[in-house]
């Protein structure tokens, strides 16, 4: 981190960026989402503007995200999964793992201390998501949000009763072919910071209809999801184009 005699300059800026996989435009609102209170000049100065607008930001696009990946789950199992991904607990753990608070410009007395709360953690990574949704708009706010926190949906969905589309089709295929079911990458596209891959279920010989997702972990899920439904003698839910 830091501290307030430290200046957030170009290079600190791009080391930052790099750890993002985030591009700014304008710099300067990079500069606003890493200064805490503590180290701003004056409060209007500080990322808790940026905090504000980004906290909505995550919660809109997280709630927008469970609807369509879940769509057989219920409201109360939606919110229950929303409050893990979009916690102060949550947002802090993937500002650590992103080593975010070397970056953080910080007064004094917050710089010395031995490890970064985790309030002021989650509060620069909301920051950052404001920040890139007023440079580059919805969705990259929504590529960079999608991107950090796909494993936390997945996660949270698990232990709160939310779908598992690979283990539902699991239990399917040994039930009904005493098959395991398979994954098959068969294209991925986009930059490194941002792919997406297209993903096909296989039981035997048959192949499903295949999905796209932001991850492979996402696809493989939505693969089987679209497998459950052509087994159920449904449409695919998800398209393969």
Known sequence: MLDGTSRLDDANLAACERVLSYTFKDRALLRSALTHASGADHRLASNERLEFLGDAILGTVICDRLYHEFPESLEGVLTRIKSVVVSRRTCAKVSRLLGLDDYLLLGKGMGTSEQTPDSVLAAVFESLIGAIYLDGGIEAARTFIVHHLSQEVEE??????????????????????????????????????????????????????????????????????????????????????
């Open 156 to 241: 949270a969905a698990e232990d709160q009763g939310g779908q598992n589309f690979k283990s539902g089709l699991q239990q399917s295929a040994q039930r009904k072919f005493g098959e395991t079911p398979t994954y098959q990458l068969l294209d991925e596209k986009g930059p490194d910071h941002s792919k997406c891959f297209k993903v096909a279920a296989q039981i035997g010989n048959r192949q499903f209809a295949a999905a796209w997702g932001p991850n492979k972990k996402d696809a493989e899920q939505r693969a089987a999801r679209n497998a459950l439904s052509q087994i159920a003698g449904e449409a695919p839910p998800f398209s393969s184009e």
